[in-house]
């Protein structure tokens, strides 16, 4: 981690890659917000061009808008998660940056910030995507393809939960540890006691 009452490495590593994941998160909240209302106007479109010559295709669009509009509300709230927890990396990036305590306040913010909202997202995915996806399932069960896109999108789902998580645990882990906290309280004091 660095010299004996040098500056821990993590510190400067993890300034840089919050500021990294906040410019990222920023455009994934947007993203995530606009595509919300951009991308079923998009398959309305197709739907409308390719319905009257293939009315099968035409029918798996629809129920992909009627998804879409049932499951928007979630997409605006991950986008809002994003935009929050964009703001929080960032703010910690900073602190961390210039060395301060609050930099370290700040990605503990973040972190269980991060992980209660990847929780909510997945209770959310198992709650509610999931039975929708159920719905567009032939009762019968006879289209295997369908079956098998309705339990790869729950596992996408999940995933997509809990692996995003690994970071803030080892943000938790890794920027409170004793030499990390001494160091950061240390000039913290220091700027202080300057002032």
């Not at 809990?162 to 000039?187: F, G, K, T, W």
Request: charged fraction near 15%; hydrophobic fraction near 55%.
């Amino acid at each position: 981690m660095g010299p004996a009452g040098g500056e821990p490495g993590v510190i400067k590593v993890f300034a840089i890659i919050h500021l990294v994941f906040a410019g990222l998160g920023v455009l994934a909240g947007i993203w995530s917000i606009v595509a919300s209302f951009v991308l079923k106007a998009f398959f309305g479109r197709i739907s409308a061009e390719v319905g009257s010559e293939v009315p099968e295709t035409a029918e798996v669009f629809e129920q992909q808008m009627a998804m879409m509009d049932s499951t928007k509300w979630i997409n605006i709230l991950g986008g809002v998660f994003a935009l929050v927890l964009a703001a929080m990396l960032f703010v910690a990036g900073m602190g961390l940056l210039r060395r301060q305590m609050k930099g370290l306040i700040w990605s503990n913010r973040y972190a269980w910030t991060s992980i209660s909202f990847k929780v909510v997202n997945l209770l959310l995915t198992v709650l509610f995507v999931y039975p929708m996806m159920q719905k567009m399932v032939p009762n019968e069960g006879g289209d295997a393809e369908a079956v098998g896109m309705m339990v790869g999108g729950l596992i996408g789902g999940v995933l997509g939960s809990l692996v995003p998580m690994v970071y803030p645990i080892l943000a938790l882990v890794l920027l409170n540890r004793e030499p990390v906290r001494r160091y950061l309280e240390s000039r913290s004091a220091s700027a202080a006691s300057v002032s």
